[in-house]
């Protein structure tokens, strides 16, 4: 367990934790490969060319009301 000094502190932390674990430690359940290498092999695999690689591009999906969202949200 970490003791974060505040929210900023503990979200830079658990980011970094998830992408260590994600793109650079090796996980044996996974034959010593990565979950995004493995994730990465799958959507390419049969799909060739067609497949869409949606972390490449983690900002194109918002995790929070666009901000028209928000100002219909706000006028009601």
């Known amino acids: 367990m970490k003791g974060y000094a505040d929210g900023r502190e503990a979200h830079a932390g658990i980011v970094s934790w998830f992408a260590f ?9 996974l034959d010593k490969r990565t979950p995004v290498a ?3 092999d799958g959507t390419t695999g049969a799909l060739g060319e ?3 690689d ?10 929070c009301p666009q901000q ?7 006028a009601a």
């Open 68 to 74: 028209q969202q928000q100002q219909q949200l706000s």
């Open 50 to 52: 067609g497949a869409v």
């Open 54 to 63: 949606m972390m490449d591009n983690t900002r194109a999906s918002p995790t």
């Open 38 to 40: 493995v994730w990465r």
């Open 21 to 29: 674990c994600n793109m650079r430690r090796p996980h044996q359940g």
